[in-house]
């Protein structure tokens, strides 16, 4: 009896110490994504709600490499501040020289197989009247209530309307975005204005909407445990969600 009792005690403190730690930071969130374009792909880009530094990454043949070498070693902190908004962001005239031909999204990891995953692609191609421009995109997920930035892209080249200029961004959500089917909201700018030219949302392409996601700090894994006799064994148990606690800490970080 004291056995059982010391079991759902320790899986009690275990199970509630979980769930604050998934819950307690859902007002800041952390993405890391690639961009490829033209068979080059970027270091791997960081975008985080509690960075507050301004300019944008450098441009995308910066850094880039070729073929299938996607992700380098070397990490580096995206330089734009995610960005949060109760509302997509109106365009302040409409404008004809830009626009977003088309998108998809493609899911990929589902660590739990829940049907949720954290990790998925997004293809966009951006067209313009100009020979070539140069342009930078914010990217949004919602559920409905708040829009928050996951990534905010380098510095791009397109082409007129080019179909092989289109920009393929891979992310993998960290923490901040739980469990739930999201919305994604392209928002295109000037590189060289910083104005909004051209938008794309679940209303005009259907790919962008329901889609299934989760941080990976949403993605549950079953870890079993068994205990021998004797009172160093009992107290192995209840320190269990210390040592869960600091592996959320390095997850996180």
């Known amino acids: ?38 068979g080059l792909t970027s270091n791997l880009l960081i975008k985080r709600s509690d960075v507050s530094t301004t300019g944008l990454a450098s441009a995308m043949d910066k850094g880039a490499v070729a073929g299938n070498n996607a992700q380098q070693k070397s990490k580096y902190l995206h330089q734009q501040a995610a960005r949060s908004t109760q509302q997509r962001t109106v365009m302040s005239h409409a404008n004809q020289d830009f626009w977003i031909y088309d ?4 899911l990929r990891n589902d660590l739990d197989y829940d049907g949720y995953a954290y990790r998925f692609s997004l293809e966009f191609d951006a067209d313009t009247v100009y020979q070539r421009a140069e342009v930078y995109a914010r990217l949004y997920l919602t559920r409905g209530e708040l829009y928050k930035e996951f990534h905010t892209t380098s510095v791009f080249s397109i082409f007129g309307d080019d179909e092989g200029d289109s920009l393929v961004v891979d992310t993998e959500l960290l923490n901040g975005f739980p469990t739930g089917d999201y919305e994604m909201l392209i928002e295109l700018y000037d590189a060289y204005s910083d104005e909004l030219v051209a938008t794309l949302d679940s209303y005009d392409d259907p790919d962008l909407y329901l889609l299934s996601l989760e941080s990976k700090n949403f993605e549950y894994t079953e870890t079993t445990v068994i205990v021998e006799g004797g009172s160093a064994g009992w107290l192995s148990l209840l320190l269990l969600p210390v040592l869960w606690l600091r592996n959320r800490a390095k997850l996180v970080a």
């Not at 079991?7 to 604050?20: D, Q």
């Not at 998108?103 to 493609?106: C, D, I, Q, Y």
């Open 1 to 38: 009896m004291k056995k059982s009792a010391l079991i759902i005690l320790a899986s009690a403190i275990t199970s509630a110490v979980a769930s604050h730690s998934v819950y307690a930071n859902q007002d800041q969130w952390a993405a890391q994504s690639t961009e490829t374009q033209h």
């Open 103 to 106: 998108a998809s999204v493609t």
